[in-house]
């Protein structure tokens, strides 16, 4: 898994809700988004730059990410993040602390790999998920799945049940389609012709 640096500096937590939400918008409106730091010995509080998180938000990469809170230095992965439901900014992210020994759980991106048969027969493939939830200790979890789909006929789908990835454990529902070969209107077309 490849690494990003984030610098951050700690913030103090408001004893009032209404000073705390105003240090919010404050931190906002300078440019700045409020994020913690959870899994560590304590709750870490800090803030980033929405500049500085650019290229690790908006990208179909994952990273473990090289946190520097004033200095100090702890690996991490995003966890959790909020957008402003109209303008599209960030308002918020959660980071938690990776210990080596404890498995964690992140959403690695699915790649297909393979021509399907079923597209040779005129069918269409559709990626369903373009991302499974996996757990597994943070040095074993990959970049990207990828799903090899060659054997897939016309009309066929593979369920998250039926992949197996060493070292990893997939925790989305068994039953729940990856991806699928859909007839398309033209294989329907041929195969009734076929059929006649």
Do not use: W
């Amino acid at each position: 898994m490849k690494s990003f640096e984030l610098k951050g500096t700690a913030r103090t937590i408001a004893e009032r809700s209404s000073e705390q939400t105003r240090a919010l918008k404050e931190i906002r409106k300078n440019g700045g988004v409020p994020c913690v730091l959870y899994g560590g010995n304590e709750v870490v509080h800090f803030t980033v730059t929405s500049e500085s998180l650019r290229n690790l938000v908006y990208t179909p990469h994952i990273y473990v990410v090289d946190l520097i809170i004033d200095g100090k230095k702890v690996n991490a992965i995003m966890k959790d993040i909020q957008f402003h439901p109209v303008k599209d900014t960030v308002l918020h992210v959660d980071f938690y602390q990776i210990d080596e020994a404890k498995p964690i759980v992140m959403e690695v991106p699915v790649q297909l790999e393979g021509l399907a048969e079923g597209v040779k027969a005129g069918g269409k493939l559709a990626l369903q998920m373009r991302k499974l939830k996996v757990k597994a200790l943070y040095n074993v979890i990959p970049e990207k799945l990828v799903i090899n789909v060659s054997h897939l006929g016309l009309g066929k789908t593979i369920k998250v049940g039926e992949l197996n990835f060493e070292g990893l454990e997939l925790i989305n529902a068994k039953e729940a389609v990856v991806c699928a070969v859909k007839l398309t209107r033209a294989a329907r077309g041929a195969a009734a012709a076929a059929g006649k």
